[in-house]
């Protein structure tokens, strides 16, 4: 399968299985998916009537550059699913049931009450709960004792707000460390916070220990002021920003993101990104709402032509800003052309319910911590360990093989499916397609190339 389009000038032909990317002329263009429909002799007839300036040795050599391409397993690649995995079937690859990663919800109580957010202003719908030290150490033993041969592990404080329960978490890193060096493992962790309570002492624990960190503001000051507000209904822009600054300025290029959310209510999303770039800012991620359809500010498929045309404006103020030598990094349009992620990850997906869980504060196990809460979704806790093991079977044999949509799509090997979460919300079936998230994400990833052959094009 080859998915061509046009964007900024360029002209781009993918490869779908090879993941060869070719930036042509308009006559190769079209010459490539002639080929795929006719002869030679058809090709070059039709490439003669529309292209009369080019000489016929010319065409000559496109056809039979396009054909060593197709030899070369450059074009037309034959289906890798169905050569190494037979015919779609279910459980046709199976995860591992090793964890590498936990998302440790150590806080079910937040000091903001953001609009859209999925937890219920972080509470998921419980009364608040803060994990306990022994429930956290207990939540580290339990990573390490079943992460097998892996060396590295990841472990990700997430709310509510982490920083409402900073001393626990403080604890939960001295001692992950201290187990990680007489278990053999090595513990990155990263802290997600609205900024709020972030001062000289959090700033300092942040950057001596975490790897990443992500930093939420949604954008320019109305828009942030919006959703994201204190129980009070006070805007909380002028907090944070200037904390979010003072921590990055001292993190010395260690990893971040200003992660932000948009919603129908701020369709121009594009201008939340670059104030954000304005302030200083390098490393973005701004993503769509989750919400129920209907719910206030959720997105639909009414939305999808102004939402694309969002990201390709993106596109273009991300290649403007690079010439001009203060570009800046979108989460989405990262993109390694080169390696990536080796077939076994493009086919079988992110690892929700089987490497990667969410554990609660009272130690409970989740999926991710987009399923919190959701009892259907309980699959154990630290201390017995999974005990639904069909929920692990359903995670671990759910792939692109068993989502129908996926299998003729020609972005599946970036996507591996997409997020098993947004699909139950929005089909009730961790296997459904959220038909919006999957267009976005087909938008980014042609913007994403696009920008990778623009790279290539000015050295």
Not at 104 to 133: D, I, P, Q, R
Not at 248 to 256: E, P, S, T
Not at 346 to 358: M, Q
């Amino acid at each position: 399968m080859i998915h061509g389009y046009k964007l900024f000038g360029y002209n781009i032909i993918l490869d779908t299985e090879s993941g060869s990317i070719h930036s042509v002329d308009e006559a190769a263009y079209d010459a490539i998916f002639m080929y795929e429909r006719g002869t030679a002799d058809d090709v070059k007839t039709l490439i003669r009537e529309r292209y009369a300036s080019i000489p016929e040795n010319e065409i000559d050599e496109l056809l039979s550059d396009i054909a060593e391409l197709k030899r070369r397993g450059k074009l037309y690649s034959p289906e890798i699913s169905a050569a190494a995995w037979g015919a779609p079937r279910r459980g046709a690859f199976m995860r591992a049931k090793t964890l590498k990663a936990l998302c440790m919800n150590v806080s079910h109580l937040c000091n903001m009450t953001c609009s859209y957010c999925f937890a219920g202003s972080g509470k998921y719908g419980g009364g608040g709960e803060l994990m306990t030290l022994d429930t956290g150490k207990r939540s580290i033993d339990y990573l390490i004792e079943n992460s097998g041969g892996r060396k590295n592990l990841d472990v990700d404080f997430f709310g509510g707000e982490p920083l409402l329960n900073m001393s626990v978490v403080k604890e939960i890193v001295r001692y992950a460390k201290r187990r990680g060096r007489s278990a053999g493992k090595n513990f990155r962790f990263t802290i997600t916070t609205n900024g709020l309570l972030i001062d000289d002492d959090v700033i300092d624990f942040i950057n001596r220990e975490t790897h990443n960190v992500v930093l939420s503001l949604d954008g320019r000051p109305r828009v942030n002021d919006a959703a994201r507000t204190t129980p009070q209904g006070g805007g909380t822009y002028d907090d944070v920003v200037p904390k979010f600054r003072k921590l990055v300025d001292a993190r010395g290029g260690k990893n971040y993101y200003i992660r932000g959310t948009y919603t129908s209510e701020n369709p121009d999303f594009v201008n939340d990104i670059t104030h954000i770039a304005d302030l200083g800012f390098t490393e973005l991620s701004v993503e769509p709402v989750v919400a129920a359809p209907g719910a206030p500010g959720a997105l639909s498929m009414e939305d999808l032509p102004a939402l694309r045309e969002q990201y390709e404006m993106l596109a273009g103020e991300i290649l403007r800003r690079s010439e001009e030598g203060r570009g800046f990094t979108f989460y989405h349009y990262k993109l390694d052309l080169t390696g990536g992620p080796c077939v076994y990850k493009r086919l079988a997906g992110r690892g929700s319910g089987t490497e990667y869980l969410a554990v609660t504060p009272d130690g409970s196990l989740y999926p991710c911590h987009q399923f919190v809460g959701n009892e259907d979704f309980l699959m154990g806790d630290v201390w017995r360990g999974v005990v639904r093991e069909d929920l692990r079977e359903l995670f671990g044999g759910c792939d692109i093989n068993t989502r129908a949509p996926c299998r003729s799509c020609w972005a599946r090997w970036y996507c591996s499916g997409g997020c098993a979460a947004n699909a139950y919300n929005a089909t009730r079936s961790i296997e459904g397609v959220y038909d919006l998230g999957c267009e976005l994400f087909k938008k980014r990833v042609e913007c994403a190339i696009m920008l990778k052959v623009a790279e290539k094009r000015r050295v």
